[in-house]
């Protein structure tokens, strides 16, 4: 059983879900998705940084999932940011958290393009060509070279 959003694309034969943590809906009856994230920083977040930037895909995706259902959705969106405070004199198995609503105007408009070029690759019979700045490829070169070297041992 799933609990979040499933679109089925027909046409290109793919399951898609998501795992919404929260849908809040607005006065004029459009959605807005919801994420929680909660970290241990120095200083609590109250911004998007640049590391974040799949956080932000994942919002998009989650949007363009409600869409696809039918669903009338804000392109606004919203972290709900919790930073852990590392302040305190003791643990007592308490943590207080810095809250921060950040808000973040998704653009789903890439997913049809990215949807496509995975169904054409999943289709291919051959492997796509490596990429000397794909963080996948460079893990997947290192994973093979440390084989290679211990099956030698």
Known sequence: ???????????????????????????????????????????????????????????????????????????????????????????DNKIQFHTHLIPYEGDDSWVENVLTDLHLCLQNTKLPHKSETCLYCGFFKKLYEELRVNSLM
């Open 1 to 91: 059983m799933h609990h979040g959003v499933v679109y089925i694309d027909e046409a290109r034969g793919l399951h898609l879900y998501g795992g919404i943590d929260d849908l809040w809906i607005n006065s004029e009856g459009a959605y807005h998705v919801v994420d929680y994230k909660a970290t241990a920083k120095d200083q609590p977040v109250t911004e998007l940084a640049s590391w974040t930037s799949g956080y932000k895909r994942q919002m998009e995706v989650y949007q363009w999932l409600l869409r696809k259902n039918g669903l009338k959705v804000s392109n606004t969106a919203y972290f709900v940011y919790c930073t852990g405070d590392s302040s305190a004199e003791s643990f």
